[in-house]
């Protein structure tokens, strides 16, 4: 498996345009979850996923942020408008159960700027 | 918050010291799991110890637990330039169902 898939690797936009970032998990993983990664806080998880369906976002820190799971193989983390603070490294991650104890395997991470 | 907190921030080491880093967290575990980020990439899973565990090895690594003081510790044995990276801890949210990862510690290894 090519394990968990993320683009783009590097996003570059203006305020205030909308930003979509994608992943695919790795097949037969039923748990995707994404993360937010900056020096200031470290690694906060946003939102995940249980077969497609949405559990738990209570880490999305507005409602200029949207994620969605259309099939069990792709999901988007959507801002829209973006802001400098966005600026940030954004993680997809996926787990075949969705406890935790069970290993996560991340994906490479999308770096986006917002200017 | 269950967050875990690692320490050192950040530790320095020569090629063929050991490396112990520590991890705190705040409430009862069902296990804790260590993770390694390296420059520019996405985090790897190293190991998982469970609640009932006190000591885990996987090839250089040891991993020890200490739920009375709610610790834990990861230590590298005979560390390497390619051992240079972040390491986190990370604990289960109060339902279980996620991890929540503490800042992290990065270790520097000099050849």
């Known amino acids: 498996d090519a394990g968990v898939i993320q683009s783009p690797r590097h996003e570059v936009t203006e305020m205030g345009q909308e930003v979509t970032l994608r992943c695919k998990p790795i097949s037969g993983h039923d748990y995707l979850f994404w993360y937010r990664q900056t020096m200031m806080r470290g690694l906060e998880l946003l939102i995940y996923f249980n077969n497609n369906v949405p559990i738990d976002d209570s880490g999305m820190p507005e409602d200029r942020f949207s994620a969605k799971m259309p099939n069990a193989s792709f999901s988007t983390l959507k801002i829209q408008p973006s802001e400098p603070r966005d600026s940030a490294v954004y993680f997809c991650?996926?787990?075949?159960?969705?406890?935790?104890?069970?290993?996560?395997?991340f994906g490479p991470g999308t770096r986006l700027t917002v200017t | 918050s269950q967050q875990g907190e690692e320490d050192p921030q950040a530790l320095s080491i020569q090629e063929g010291e050991n490396a112990t880093m520590n991890c705190s967290y705040k409430t009862s575990i069902n296990n804790l799991q260590w993770y390694r980020q390296n420059s520019g990439r996405g985090l790897v899973h190293l190991i998982l110890?469970?609640?009932?565990?006190r000591e885990k090895h996987s090839g250089r690594l040891r991993v020890t637990l200490d739920t009375s003081k709610k610790s834990s510790s990861l230590l590298i044995t005979a560390s390497r330039a390619a051992d240079t990276a972040s390491y986190f801890c990370a604990t289960g949210n109060q339902a279980g169902t996620a991890l929540i990862f503490g800042k992290g510690t990065t270790l520097s290894v000099s050849s």
């Open positions: 991650a996926s787990s075949l159960y969705g406890t935790a104890s069970y290993e996560q395997y």
């Open positions: 110890i469970r609640s009932n565990e």
